[in-house]
């Protein structure tokens, strides 16, 4: 989305507006008229939408706004703060631009119907006037002495180029848009106005930042910290907005209006304290021509008690001679130790080993045994089953035999039945054959009596008809026995040969389980007869395991009761040794130790002539406030100097010099110091900040430090030390 929205004029021209600026305006407004009470329906508004033409149209905003800063320039009284029509809108927008013009904007070419409308070029031209002439106006009424008559505009100038000055940097800022657009200005501006909310850190990481975009956001991020974020965002900063950096400038410089020392005053401050330092170098050069005094004397000392610690020396030299001679013997007692150890592990692996054979034969035992039972057991079953079978099978043959036996009878009948239905049939047709003889002699020897036994004729046909009737029964109850005879005898064949199908099956499956049982049999045979040799073996093996085991034990407890002997001997001749050894170690030891730690404490804190030097990074005062800068530090003796450089150190004064015998020394952490490896030396003054480039330099320098504190006692121990005892002597 583009910055700058372009409109088209009534008469064909085209008008321009920033929506950076929509926004700032926005925002400033909807902080300064936040609380009005008139205008808590309108507010806040949407900086990224059209609200503020809307609000501006209503005519009540813009009196507001310029009341906010000129108190009743607008009457409020004659304000329709409620506008029932255009009319009274219009009434609203007259008594604005009336005020406006009152307080210096420039209303050329802009009307209430303008206002109202919300044309956007004249309505962000008039309220920038507006909001201008009040930031302008609160500083045309602030004291500024000799700039009382300067322009509101020049004097953020000249206020913002002082600040500058006054930070070491060479920059001037002439205009409001290009000569902030990397925001370098505003960072130097916003440490130097608030130095205890903004560190020379922080300033120098915006200094190291690259990108103009990310530099604008720090610099905002402490101008909220400032309560002064107003009118601009990054992106306003980078791309120049003179309006709204002019606005930000203003609100920077209501809040903090002073410019800091001059350069004048800075420089007497200087002078005082370059004075100050002149006084104690000399006074710590006069005090170190005193301890170079002491410190003579002192090795002198030293001396004496080195030649002293050289005979304790050699003395603890023939202790440690004798002790390792003792070491040594102690050594191939151990060793032997070692030899009867590994000897008696070698007879504990081969008895476990015959151990291990002599149960895995006892296990394989077992399972033969196991298996036996198993074989036993299955046996037993198999036969109970073979008599169950024998028993069913001749069961199932009685049964199939008497079902048999039941089918011939069947038959028979059924063939009795038959023979009998015949005999039936041929006595039937036999006394019709003669009933039809008899009536058809009747008929040739009557037949001249045929109308008169017209009667019996039908009664006879009738009968005739009876007799075909029943003679059709007959045969077709014939056909049906025949058919019943014929299945029953393919029935019974059937079945008959299902028999003796099943008949030859069963044979043939009990004579296979017969052939299995004595397969199974014989192998069973063959493995009780391979048990007992295996078991024979067994015994045969087991009784030389125990001949063997019985001579390995009377062997192990042989080598025990020897090796206990030569060890007891061995223990006995080793601790006669190191008793003797370590009594007469103990006491050279002691009195070496005795000797040494006199010695060591009379002359540890003395040495002199070494010095400790490096570069240390120190906290302190320069132009654009407290900041860290590295220093090359030189402790000698109890004396802590330090200069702007090594090349430095013989011709020039130290920048600080710090007199560690009377001074503090403190650890101090991180957040207190915002720097790693940093400590603390207070000479009762000033308090001085010190930092390392790592822990291991930081304690270095703390150590040393803390020698140099007690030198002066140091050297006054060694000079009194025939007058009296250390306890006497003060300590830090």
């Known amino acids: ?80 703060f409620k506008p029932k029509n255009t009319y009274q809108i219009n009434e609203n927008h007259d008594l604005c631009i009336k005020a406006a013009i009152e307080i210096g904007c420039s209303v050329v070419n802009i009307g209430g119907k303008d206002l109202e409308a919300g044309v956007p070029h004249l309505t962000m031209g008039i309220l920038w006037q507006i909001i201008k002439r009040s930031l302008m106006y609160k500083i045309e009424n602030m004291d500024l002495g000799e700039l009382g008559d300067v322009p509101p505009e020049q004097i953020l100038l000249r206020w913002f180029n002082a600040h500058l000055r006054n930070a070491g940097h060479s920059k001037t800022v002439t205009n409001f848009s290009s000569d902030l657009m990397d925001a370098e200005a505003y960072a130097i501006l916003l440490s130097s106005i608030s130095p205890e909310k903004i560190s020379s850190d922080e300033l120098e990481s915006a200094f190291k930042q690259t990108k103009y975009l990310a530099r604008a956001e720090m610099v905002l991020d402490w ?19 003179p309006n709204l950096n002019l606005a930000f400038v203003a609100c920077l410089f209501q809040k903090y209006p002073d410019i800091g020392p001059s350069q004048d005053a800075i420089a007497k401050e200087l002078e005082v304290k370059l004075s100050d330092v002149d006084g104690l170098l000399s006074d710590s050069l006069a005090e170190k021509e005193a301890l170079e005094n002491e410190f003579n004397r002192a090795r002198m000392d030293f001396d004496a008690l080195s030649s002293e610690f050289n005979e304790v020396k050699l003395k603890y030299d023939d202790a440690v001679s004798d002790r ?3 070491l040594k013997s102690k050594a191939e007692f151990e060793e032997l130790l070692d030899a009867g150890r590994t000897k ?95 009536l058809n002699e009747q008929i040739e020897n009557e037949i001249s009596l045929t109308a008169d ?31 019943l005879l014929t299945d029953t005898i393919a029935e019974l064949e059937t079945t008959k040969q299902n028999a003796k199908e099943m008949e030859e099956r069963l044979r043939a499956e009990i004579a296979a389980e ?44 042989a080598t025990k009761t020897e090796m206990r002997m030569k060890l007891d001997e061995a223990e006995k001749e080793k601790e006669q040794a190191l008793a003797m050894s370590d009594a007469e170690m103990r006491r050279l030891l002691e009195e070496a130790e005795r000797e040494k730690n006199q010695a060591l404490d009379k002359v540890r804190l003395l040495l002199s002539g070494n010095q400790k030097q490096g570069y240390l990074f120190h906290f302190e005062s320069t132009l654009v406030g407290m900041v860290w800068k590295k220093r090359f530090f030189v402790l000698r003796d109890n004396l802590l100097s330090w200069y702007s450089k090594e090349k430095r150190i013989g011709g020039a004064k130290p920048k600080g010099v710090i007199y560690c015998e009377k001074s503090r020394l403190y650890e101090i952490s991180v957040d207190e110091a915002k720097r790693d490896n940093c400590f603390q030396i207070d000479d009762g003054n000033i308090k001085h900040n010190i930092a390392a480039e790592s822990p291991e330099e930081m304690k270095s320098w703390m150590t040393e430090i803390r020698v140099a504190k007690k030198k002066k006692l140091g050297v006054q121990v060694v000079s009194d030390a025939k007058k009296g005892p250390l306890s006497k002597s003060p300590r830090n």
């Not at 017209?454 to 109850?477: M, Y």
């Not at 069973?524 to 019985?550: G, H, S, T, V």
């Open 1 to 80: 989305m583009s910055d700058i929205n372009q409109i088209k004029g009534s008469a064909g021209g085209t008008h321009t507006y920033s929506h950076a600026e929509k926004r700032g305006y926005c925002d400033f407004i909807n902080q300064e008229l936040a609380e009005d009470e008139h205008l808590s329906s309108l507010l806040p508004m949407d900086p990224m939408s059209d609200d503020l033409f809307k609000v501006v149209s209503k005519g009540i905003l813009l009196c507001k706004l310029i009341n906010k800063t000129f108190e009743d320039q607008v009457p409020l009284n004659k304000l329709n």
């Open 223 to 241: 101008a909220e910290r400032l309560e002064c974020r107003k009118f601009v965002t990054p992106q306003d900063i980078v791309d120049g907005n």
């Open 324 to 326: 390792d001679q003792l």
């Open 344 to 438: 008696k592990s070698d007879l504990t692996d081969k008895l476990n080993s015959l151990m291990s054979e002599r149960d895995d034969v006892k296990s394989r035992l077992e399972a033969e045994k196991k298996a036996r039972q198993e074989l036993e057991e299955n046996l037993q079953n198999l036969k109970l089953e073979m008599d169950q079978y024998d028993s069913d099978s001749s069961d199932r043959i009685k049964n199939l035999s008497e079902e048999l036996d039941s089918t011939l009878n069947l038959r028979q009948e059924l063939t009795e039945k038959l023979a009998q239905s015949q005999s039936d049939l041929e006595k039937a047709r036999a006394d019709a054959a003669a009933r039809v003889a008899a």
């Open 453 to 483: 036994l017209r009667s019996q004729l039908d009664s006879t046909r009738s009968d005739i008809e009876e007799a075909r009737r029943r003679i059709q029964e007959a045969e077709q109850t014939k056909d049906d026995l025949f058919k």
């Open 514 to 557: 017969i052939a299995e049982r004595e397969e199974f049999e014989r192998l069973l045979a063959e493995k009780i007869e391979e048990l007992r040799l295996a078991l024979e073996n067994w015994d045969a093996e087991r009784q030389k395991l125990l001949a063997r085991i019985k001579e390995l034990e009377e062997e192990l407890a």
